[in-house]
């Protein structure tokens, strides 16, 4: 068991580009979810998959965030024209389907938007 | 809306004293209570988790209390050591799928 990863660790674009993070889960782990965490607060949800369904979305999510799991393992969350206020921590976690409430974090990516 | 409050935002203490982290909530219909432990630039690593239907747990040098009724919980440290120095975060967990509603958290630095 490796545990949470993601890719890449940090990632510094400039506005108005578009950026892709992956989230790799551990392994037979049947949720993911998806939070951003900006400096000196908690992590916020932004959304949540049940293998390759996803279930719910914050509000947070503006259009220009989707993310997939297309086949129920591994996440991408895309980003399209980035804006300065996209800077912050992007944290994944998962939990297993018979203690749903036991999430393991990533280490996280952090978005710089220059 | 579940508003998740922790108090104090920073702490410093020389290391060896026993210390306790205070964690509010606002909606009492919770399904569990976690405490996380955030290192500078790092993911988090749960330390407890508490059922609704519990008090406390504890793991070695921690233990952690819910009071449900009154929207608290709090995180006692024991015999404080330099290596317990991150952020420390409260989370609850909906009923619904299980997203965490954290704290903004408290800084933690234990002195040498």
């Known amino acids: 068991d490796t545990g949470v990863s993601q890719d890449p660790r940090h990632k510094i674009t400039k506005r108005g580009q578009n950026v892709t993070f992956r989230c790799d889960p551990i392994?037979?782990?049947?949720?993911l979810y998806w939070y951003r965490q900006t400096l000196g607060q908690g992590p916020e949800f932004l959304t949540y998959?049940?293998?390759?369904?996803?279930?719910?979305k914050s509000r947070l999510l503006s259009d220009r965030f989707s993310a997939e799991r297309p086949k129920g393992s591994f996440s991408t969350l895309e980003i399209q024209r980035t804006e300065q206020g996209d800077s912050a921590m992007y944290l994944c976690?998962?939990?297993?389907?018979?203690?749903?409430?036991?999430?393991?974090f990533g280490p996280g990516t952090r978005l710089t938007v220059t | 809306k579940q508003e998740v409050t922790q108090i104090p935002a920073a702490l410093s203490v020389p290391e060896g004293e026993n210390l306790v982290l205070n964690c509010s909530f606002t909606?009492?219909?919770?399904?569990?209570l976690q405490w996380f432990r955030q290192d500078p630039g790092k993911g988090l690593t749960s330390l407890l988790l508490i059922q609704s239907s519990q008090r406390e747990q504890t793991s070695g040098r921690l233990n952690a209390s819910l009071d449900k009724s009154s929207g608290r919980s709090t995180l006692y440290i024991a015999a404080s050591q330099p290596g317990d120095s991150a952020t420390y975060l409260c989370a609850n967990g909906d009923t619904g799928f299980q997203k965490l509603v954290f704290g903004t958290g408290t800084r933690l630095l234990v002195s040498p």
């Open positions: 909606d009492s219909a919770i399904y569990n």
């Open positions: 976690a998962s939990s297993p389907r018979e203690s749903p409430y036991e999430q393991y």
């Open positions: 998959f049940q293998n390759e369904a996803q279930l719910e």
């Open positions: 392994s037979e782990h049947n949720r």
